[in-house]
DNA sequence: ACCTGAACACCGTTCAAGT
DNA sequence: ACCTGAACACCGTTCAAGT
């Protein structure tokens, strides 16, 4: 409820997670998350750690050494993105409809989720943990949002931010299955977001 | 809309997967069926193939002549309990309430989808794929319970069975990372049943 | 008709040796 | 401080040989 004021110092450029300061180092860093991103758009987030190091030019061996978990891989590869959704957040605070702005915010988080096969389990790990600075700005971003709908009462009150993540996620996930069959993950979110407005009962009472 | 009178003759003891015929074959399928539930139980659906054989006494090849997909071998483990399920769709057929009877018959396939790790995934791939006569029994007695449903007006109409069973799916899916926090679970099943019951602003304009 | 298990392929992960 | 890649462990899958 006090997360709105709370939220005013909320970065938007969210701190690079430790890069390596030499420059052969840093060089690796960064073809590792290249070519770990083009693999996994190719064959998901399980995709082999091997041939990342491989096609990056680089020994397994350092690739373990920036990214001890497949986990850390992962988030480094989508770092930038969810630092343009926090961005994203923060400046929809201003929109004038709350409902809407919470709403195109959730579409683009989900578009983020959806980016590639496996991202969705992935995030729904990350954000459950919390243990990374940039899944808390996010969390607090959306719980800006969320909180600011929930004061103007178009979502029920009783939902927190990781019961919305979690519900973004899964939609995700069941998305992923959809494939080419969009009508369908469309009516799956449209189920959603209208229960996140409130049992018809509740809204009928009012 | 058609489904309802064509599930008249649905059976509830579903036709059992081709079980081998001769005497020590079948011994070996049920002792694979058994260790695989246990070992599915312990360390979810992903677990061990080679150590589900040596628990249950049997070479690797026999457990592939068997199943020759993991997900042969997690359909047959919980074929006893979709056969159970279709029972008990086409019993609720009767209740009174058509409302009550579906979400009654909803919890119970959520407890089903979350009886180990990787289930709820499982199910959502073979429910979607179809190809299996004990699904397809399945999706048709869910199919007569939601139409129902919509029928009394107590479900949104825009919504057909596998959006249905892929949201519980993915309900489920959410809540294996829920753990002991039930409450957040469940407000997650609220939100997705009270969704399916409509958007507010439809319900308001009757 | 069915079972067995060696054999092969592939991947994740560690760590001693190197620069 | 960082890189390398051999080495180890583990698992999935196949298939020739056996009953």
Redesign the pocket.
């Known amino acids: 409820m006090a997360a709105a004021p709370k939220l005013v110092g909320v970065s938007t450029q969210t701190v690079v997670s430790e890069r390596?300061?030499?420059a052969?180092?840093?060089?690796?860093?960064d073809r590792l998350v290249a070519q770990a991103r083009t693999a996994f758009a190719e064959r998901g987030t399980?995709?082999?750690?091997?041939?990342i190091?491989r096609r990056a030019?680089?020994?397994?061996?350092?690739?373990?050494?920036?990214f001890?978990?497949?986990q850390d891989l992962v988030v480094a590869v989508v770092h930038d993105r969810m630092a343009e959704l926090n961005a994203k957040a923060v400046a929809l605070l201003d929109a004038p409809s709350p409902e809407d702005a919470l709403i195109s915010w959730l579409w683009a988080y989900l578009e983020h989720a959806g980016e590639f096969r496996g991202l969705a389990d992935s995030m729904a790990e990350t954000v459950q943990a919390g243990s990374l600075t940039c899944c808390a700005d996010m969390k607090s971003a959306a719980a800006a949002l969320l909180s600011r709908a929930q004061r103007a009462g178009v979502i029920r009150s009783d939902v927190d931010t990781l019961d919305l993540l979690q519900l973004m996620h899964a939609v995700a996930w069941s998305a992923e299955r959809c494939g080419k069959d969009t009508a369908r993950a469309g009516r799956m979110l449209t189920v959603v977001l209208d229960g996140l407005r409130g049992a018809p009962a509740d809204q009928a009472g009012r």
């Open positions: 390596p300061k030499r052969d180092a840093r060089r690796n860093f399980d995709a082999s750690l091997e041939e190091a030019g680089v020994g397994i061996g350092t690739l373990y050494r920036h001890p978990t497949r």
